[in-house]
């Protein structure tokens, strides 16, 4: 069911003949194949040196940076010196990388060493200007494969390339949500042909899907593309939008990756001895495996068994709109091809693999149960993730006790250089000197935080405060000018901020239960504390919304309608388009990170992991991983209570927050000493570097997926 091209044309990022032909320059091509470079500052640097604002403009792409930089500059660059010696410290760096002993390579014994782990997920979120990401799951599922590379563990990720990716958000006058779709070049991105093309069954018909390849690092990436010539028009739309269209694009999508991406394993010739799905989008990997097994002649209840065996499966919500479900008659209308002789089962056997309750055949078809059926292993995203999830399918396994359900947790985390500002990477190299190269799963720099001098780490918050400042004030006057906003308004976006006032941040998913609009339950309380004279603050949001979640589009727009008030005008600023770009500039800048979901909601809310990197602190209901973390000396917890009606939670839980931040939060910030340092402040940013930055890390996180879930299935095959 799948083929070889005839043209095997590797389709490599294509600049412009004068980058060639400056052979000083060759290298520059090198670099922007592997998405390494995302997480290296040294890198970064050498592609904005070529043409700073192109740089910028293209949102650091750098395929685009060398495709359109004049070639004057190109001439210039071939004679630069200082130029040609950061460029070879770049690539040098690079092939220390990759030839460097990792941690798996060190630890991995006898048979463990021929582990293969094939990474399913529908979304990866690696650079901002490779846009297949929508928010927290492409975020974790990015940052793991960069874990994955630095810590040498032999993965494949197996996705989809979008056309058109996730939208790109411009917020109206009125705070409304305009969803812009751009169409993308593949030749602007670093994806390469496999020349593999795969015959994916929809049903009793077929549709063509394209293989191309990105390199993370190490780690190999395989994302498959339905906008091909010979597919029907409607069918090579299936892989246009992420997360758009209606129920049957999306089992359309969920079919080309799950069994897709099986085929291209199969026509890559990779043997893959661990399928991880994160999240239930790739379930119906499990189904084509279940199927081959039965063409091959093996019992049912065999045949199930050995898929299991090999299956880890993450969940990543316990919001029950998170998880996908399609009517029966949809999931006939698709999975129509698993049905028949060659294979054994008839629609009953397929519909029951999908069904919360078997009993009932009206019940919809749901990739979790699915997935839940056919992996032996499942998990979490943490501690108390894993116990909401227990509870919530209790019933499903019909076990007696919610301890008894065999889901377990991996705590999320993030991939610490991704995300650390480079501004606070010279305070890391000159106390805490971390190797990163070669680094054990557990390797903890932030453990000498106390090492760090209070007036250095103090003179680092300014600095990053002050540098998100900039970057706010850019951005809302770029909104003006696409509003076409009077010089007024241009003059006020300038001054938008203080660069000493305590700076809170909230940017995520503008999903409802993680109530954006929370502070602003009081008003006259929230503007007192605001417009303090003595002791002010000031919030910085972003955030969006699934372009079919009018709700959570409704937050944001009161949000914005809020920032504009007399009372909070030029205290309160709204950023538009969300992107990997604007949460490193807040997760680093802001001195608070606010998160205030309804409990237990918060599948585990990996943003505020980032900004302990840079000294920065949490103020957060307790749910999510907060509660792993939380220990009374490096944040603040609000609320404690728990209602019935949500109502009286937010009352409650606002009111919480404005007496923190009033008695608590605020004398810590601004009492300073003779120096002008805050020494009860530094105290707090030093416990959340020291308990937070290693235990909330991807390279910790796949540690534990190698040692619990991983290496225990394939060695079980």
């Not at 199927?291 to 316990?318: C, I, N, Q, W």
């Not at 995203?381 to 396994?397: I, N, P, Y």
């Not at 799963?441 to 918050?461: F, G, Q, V």
């Not at 802001?590 to 205030?596: A, F, P, R, T, Y």
Request: proline residues 4%.
């Amino acid at each position: 069911m799948s083929k070889k091209t005839v043209s095997k044309t590797d389709r490599k990022v294509k600049t412009v003949n004068r980058v060639s032909e400056q052979g000083s320059l060759a290298q520059l091509e090198k670099l922007t194949e592997n998405f390494w470079w995302t997480w290296n500052y040294e890198a970064q640097q050498v592609f904005a040196a070529v043409d700073p604002g192109l740089w910028e403009a293209t949102e650091r792409n750098p395929a685009l940076v060398l495709k359109y930089a004049p070639a004057h500059r190109f001439e210039t660059l071939a004679t630069d010196a200082g130029f040609i010696t950061r460029l070879q410290d770049a690539v040098s760096k690079f092939e220390t990388y990759v030839k460097t002993k990792t941690w798996f390579s060190r630890t991995a014994k006898g048979s463990d060493k021929k582990m293969q782990v094939a990474y399913f997920c529908a979304e990866f979120a690696i650079h901002e200007s490779f846009p297949m990401y929508s928010g927290g799951l492409g975020v974790l599922a990015g940052d793991h494969l960069k874990s994955a590379s630095d810590l040498g563990v032999p993965l494949v990720a197996v996705g989809l390339l979008y056309r058109h990716g996730y939208y790109r958000q411009e917020i109206e006058e009125d705070g409304s949500t305009k969803a812009v779709y751009p169409a993308y070049d593949f030749a602007d991105l670093p994806v390469k042909e496999t020349g593999v093309v795969v015959n994916v069954p929809m049903g009793r018909r077929h549709v063509l899907a394209k293989v191309w390849e990105i390199q993370v690092g190490r780690v190999k990436g395989y994302l498959l593309d339905t906008d091909l010539i010979e597919n029907r028009p409607k069918d090579r739309k299936i892989t246009h939008y992420l997360y758009g269209g209606d129920n049957e694009t999306r089992i359309q999508q969920e079919m080309i990756l799950g069994v897709g991406g099986m085929l291209a394993l199969e026509g890559l010739g990779i043997k893959p001895t661990v399928y991880h799905l994160n999240e239930g989008h790739a379930a119906f990997c499990g189904l084509h495996r279940l199927s081959d097994l039965l063409r091959d002649g093996a019992d049912y209840e065999a045949a199930v068994e050995e898929v299991r065996k090999g299956g880890v499966f993450t969940t990543h919500t316990p919001v029950e709109a998170g998880h996908d479900r399609f009517d029966v008659g949809l999931a006939k209308k698709y999975l129509s091809c698993f049905v028949g002789d060659e294979t054994g089962l008839d629609m009953e056997d397929v519909l029951e693999l999908g069904s919360e309750d078997p009993t009932d055949v009206r019940m919809p078809f749901c990739m979790t149960a699915l997935a839940l059926n056919l992996c032996k292993r499942a998990n979490g995203v943490a501690e108390l993730h894993g116990d909401t999830s227990r509870k919530m399918w209790q019933g499903f396994f019909g076990v007696k006790k919610d301890k008894d359900v065999p889901i377990g947790h991996v705590t999320n985390g993030v991939h610490s250089q991704t995300w650390l500002a480079p501004e606070m990477s010279v305070v890391y190299d000159k106390y805490l000197k971390p190797q990163w190269e070669g680094a054990d799963a557990t390797a903890d720099w932030w453990k000498k935080a106390d090492k760090i001098p209070a007036e250095a780490l103090w003179d680092a918050r300014k600095m990053l405060r002050m540098r998100l400042i900039r970057f706010v004030r850019e951005r809302l006057v770029q909104q003006c000018l696409k509003h076409g906003h009077p010089m007024e308004d241009i003059a006020t976006a300038q001054q938008m901020l203080d660069e000493n006032t305590l700076t809170i941040g909230f940017a995520r998913r503008f999903a409802t239960y993680k109530r954006a609009p929370l502070i602003f339950k009081e008003m006259k309380k929230l503007a007192a504390l605001v417009g303090d004279d003595k002791t002010p603050v000031q919030f910085v949001f972003a955030g969006k919304a699934h372009p079919a979640d009018k709700d959570g589009q409704r937050f944001l727009q009161e949000i914005v309608q809020y920032s504009k008030r007399a009372e909070f005008k030029g205290r309160v600023a709204v950023i538009e388009n969300y992107d990997m770009q604007v949460g490193r500039m807040l997760t680093s800048g802001v001195d608070i990170w606010l998160n205030n979901p309804l409990r237990p909601m918060e599948a585990s809310g990996t943003s505020g992991m980032k900004p302990p990197l840079h000294g920065g602190l949490n103020c957060s209901i307790l749910d999510g991983w907060w509660p792993e973390a939380y220990n009374k000396k490096n944040g603040w917890a609000i609320g404690g209570k728990q209602f019935a009606k949500q109502s009286q939670q937010d009352a409650y839980d606002a009111a919480s927050f404005y007496e923190l931040l009033e008695r608590k939060i605020k004398p810590a910030f601004y009492k300073r000493g003779r120096d002008g340092v805050a020494a009860k402040w530094v105290e707090l940013m030093r416990e959340s570097m020291k308990t937070v930055c290693m235990q909330f890390s991807t390279n910790r996180m796949v540690g534990d997926y190698v040692q619990q879930y991983y290496l225990p299935t394939h060695n079980e095959k």
